[in-house]
């Protein structure tokens, strides 16, 4: 029974490049989260979709970043032309249902350094 | 953005010794969540609360739904050296989606 699954765990990228993040939910889950956490800090929310769905983007910044959630595979979170603020653990996290009737399930991040 | 105030920040104790953090918040939440993450990990899920004044434990660890629903508190008893790591809790208010995370609480045991 697997957990939610990330790739890559970690990545580095030159000021300028593209990163793309993957996110497998658990089986089973529809609802995929992603949040942002810089050093020392907690999470910070920024999309939540549902398969073709982006529900509540109103977390993430509206240039260069984007999300999606396909019928079929990984959802990913994409960051265009990085820049260093943008290094920090991005975690995606899953639910069965709607936060509100159920509990989320984190993966294990990914870590971005942007030089 | 909204955010959720622990303390302690950090702490220092012996093994053995039992550990209580608290989270608050000066909004109303239906549903409080404690996590642990581990260095280089992602969050772990330890106990959810979902009524005001709720008691649950898990294992060694016991976690309250504040009355107002403005607070919650996690103890952990007889703590051991893999108790350490960063303690998140989080807070859902009815009929949204997004989860407010608080700032953490560092926990390090000497063993």
């Known amino acids: 029974n697997a957990g939610v699954m990330q790739n890559p765990r970690h990545l580095v990228r030159r000021r300028g490049q593209e990163a793309r993040l993957r996110c497998s939910p658990m089986?089973?889950?529809?609802?995929v989260y992603w949040y942002r956490q810089l050093p020392e800090e907690g999470l910070k929310f920024m999309v939540y979709l549902q398969k073709e769905n982006i529900i509540d983007e109103s977390g993430m910044p509206k240039e260069r970043f984007s999300a999606e959630f396909p019928k079929e595979g990984p959802s990913i979170l994409r960051i265009q032309q990085v820049v260093r603020g943008d290094s920090a653990a991005y975690f995606c996290?899953?639910?069965?249902?709607?936060?509100?009737?159920?509990?989320?399930?984190f993966g294990p991040g990914t870590r971005l350094l942007v030089l | 953005g909204q955010q959720l105030n622990q303390s302690p920040q950090s702490m220092f104790i012996q093994e053995g010794e039992d550990v209580s953090m608290n989270c608050t918040s000066s909004s109303i939440f239906n549903t409080w969540l404690w996590y642990k993450q581990d260095p280089g990990e992602g969050p772990v899920l330890l106990i959810a609360l979902y009524k005001a004044g709720e008691l649950t434990s898990n294992g060694r660890l016991t976690a309250q739904f504040g009355i107002t629903r403005k607070d919650s508190f996690l103890n952990i008893s007889a703590s051991i050296p893999s108790d350490v790591g960063i303690y998140f809790c989080a807070g859902l208010t009815s009929g949204t989606y997004k989860y407010i995370f608080g700032t953490g609480t560092r926990l390090k045991v000497l063993a």
């Open positions: 996290a899953s639910s069965l249902r709607r936060l509100a009737q159920s509990t989320q399930y």
């Open positions: 089986k089973g889950h529809s609802h």
